[in-house]
């Protein structure tokens, strides 16, 4: 498996709280993303990284913001969670090589009360 | 807006049946088309393809590819229960590798197979 987790697996948290998932990658691997996974709505991209520092909006953007300070790490912000972002959340990361795929973390489920 | 949809949403068989699971895609640019296997867990890749025509075979399971339709077929055959998951295809956007489009993945909903004994 590649080296990617993500934390914390699983959070409950109230309508209104902010809230950050991490994703952590071992592999030194330039790009990294954020999903969501609905039913019926297959996995759709929230942020992705292309670089330190570098950051763009995915399909579903609004409500989240997203940090990556160092290659390591992308972090997942949901600045006032509300039920809708209720969901599973997978991090994946992905090499530079032309033909690299992705590779998916663990995913963390996340409730909003 | 690019779109992929797949079909059917969901499958029913007995192990020792064959099935096709296939994924029709609308992209602006599209660079490759990607399945995956989801068990209850993370999306774990299966094949990539990028040219029309070439079957691409792992195993019991095989992918083709068709741009000019814009359509790709997985097939599993001689279905184990072990094969029970969710399917999912995906296109990924044409963009060199270090562009800022790289790797920006559409997804479709996900074929749910269930292999009965």
């Known amino acids: 498996d590649a080296g990617i987790t993500q934390s914390p697996r699983h959070k409950v948290t109230e309508t209104g709280t902010p809230v950050t998932l991490r994703c952590h990658q071992t592999e030194n691997h330039r790009y990294m993303y954020w999903y969501r996974q609905d039913p019926g709505h297959g996995l759709r991209l929230i942020h992705y990284?292309?670089?330190?520092?570098?950051?763009d909006k995915g399909e579903v953007s609004d409500g989240y913001s997203v940090s990556r300070s160092k290659t390591e790490d992308f972090l997942l912000t949901l600045e006032s969670a509300t039920s809708s972002q209720t969901s599973v959340y997978f991090c994946a990361i992905q090499g530079e090589r032309v033909g690299e795929t992705q590779y998916f973390g663990p995913g963390t489920r996340l409730l909003v009360l | 807006e690019d779109k992929v949809v797949q079909s059917p949403l969901s499958l029913v068989v007995h192990e020792g049946d064959t099935v096709t699971l296939n994924c029709s895609y609308e992209?602006?640019?599209?660079?490759?088309l990607l399945w995956y296997k989801q068990e209850k867990k993370a999306p774990t890749f299966l094949f990539m393809l990028?040219?029309?025509?070439i079957e691409k075979k792992s195993g019991r399971l095989s992918s083709i590819l068709d741009k000019k339709e814009l359509f790709s077929i997985l097939n599993i055959t001689a279905t184990q229960t072990g094969d029970s998951a969710v399917y999912l295809c995906?296109?990924?956007?044409?963009?060199?590798?270090?562009?800022?489009?790289?790797?920006?993945?559409?997804f479709g909903q996900g074929t749910i197979l269930t292999v009965h004994p």
């Open positions: 995906a296109v990924a956007p044409a963009g060199f590798a270090g562009g800022t489009s790289y790797g920006k993945l559409t």
């Open positions: 990284s292309y670089g330190v520092k570098d950051t």
């Open positions: 990028t040219s029309s025509g």
């Open positions: 992209v602006t640019n599209f660079r490759s």
